[in-house]
């Protein structure tokens, strides 16, 4: 079972992705979180990163063997994540690639903020969490840092983690 807290944090993502606010994650949700992407990113190439967005979505419905997701279905495959170490670590380079929007291989402060505001729908600060993100201090996150982080948010369950601040301060 998904602890308490594990809940919270899907809960949160799942309401970010349910762009449509219908309570089910459809293509139609991962085609709208793609449009914002791109339009916040800036001159990145747009396919690129809404390839990466909307890849989310194959993974989603063949996990869940449905068409549209519920909150439950999100949590089942949640579970099994502790158990799928390579395709979460997959998936943390696939993001990693897309928020490098210069392709520098690290992602900055500007970067990182340009993922929090298409998350949120809005800008949002990101003053207080980068830092925390940013393991060695060195005001850039790398490869490795978002990885931790990354497999910590997906399957991890312990609140003081850093990676519990991956998609921005969603839980409170
Ligand atoms: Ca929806
Ligand atoms: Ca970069
Ligand atoms: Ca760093």
């Avoid at 001159?43 to 909150?71: F, I, Y």
């Avoid at 970067?111 to 505001?117: K, N, R, W």
Wanted: proline letters at 4%.
């Amino acid at each position: 079972m998904a602890s308490e807290f594990q809940r919270r944090k899907v809960v949160a993502v799942f309401d970010a992705m349910d762009v449509d606010g219908d309570g089910r994650l459809t293509e139609a949700d991962f085609q709208a979180l793609a449009r914002r992407w791109t339009a916040v990113a800036g001159p990145a190439d747009p396919e690129r990163l809404a390839a990466v967005m909307t890849g989310w979505w194959p993974v989603l419905k063949s996990a869940s063997g449905r068409d549209a997701v519920s909150l439950d279905d999100v949590l089942l495959v949640v579970e099994r994540l502790g158990e799928m170490a390579d395709a979460v670590s997959g998936t943390a380079d696939a993001m990693f690639e897309a928020i490098d929007l210069d392709g520098d291989g690290l992602i900055s402060r500007a970067e990182y903020a340009a993922l929090i505001q298409t998350w949120n729908g809005t800008p949002a600060a990101t003053d207080e969490i980068f830092p925390r993100l940013d393991l060695d201090g060195d005001g850039r996150i790398t490869r490795d840092e978002f990885r931790v982080h990354w497999t910590e948010f997906w399957a991890g369950d312990n609140p003081d983690a850093p990676g519990t601040y991956v998609f921005g301060a969603l839980v409170e």
